[in-house]
C-alpha cells in the first residue's frame, strides 16, 4: 500500500471520527453505536481505527512544517 492510500483512508477515519463526535455533541446522537451496536466488537473496532487514524494523523504537523520551509 503506498502513503497515498494510507493517507486517504486515515483522513477518511477521521472524518468518520468527526462527524460522529459532531452528532454526539450538538444531537446527543452516536452514529457508530447507531449503526454497529452500543460497544459491539465492531463498533469497538471502528473506534480503534479512528482513534488510530487521529495518532496517525499528527505526522502531518511535520509535514506543514516541510512544506512552511
Known amino acids: ?18 462527524v460522529n463526535w459532531g452528532l454526539i455533541g450538538f444531537l446527543g446522537f452516536d452514529l457508530v453505536a447507531a449503526l454497529f451496536g452500543d460497544m459491539s466488537g465492531l463498533s469497538r473496532v471502528v473506534y480503534a481505527l479512528v482513534g488510530l487514524a487521529g495518532l496517525y494523523s499528527i505526522i502531518f504537523y511535520k509535514r506543514l512544517a516541510i512544506d512552511e520551509a
Not at 502513503?3 to 468527526?18: C, E, K, M, P, Y
Request: glycine residues 6%.
Open 1 to 18: 500500500m503506498t502513503f497515498r492510500i494510507i493517507n486517504a483512508i486515515a483522513l477518511t477515519l477521521v472524518i468518520v471520527g468527526a
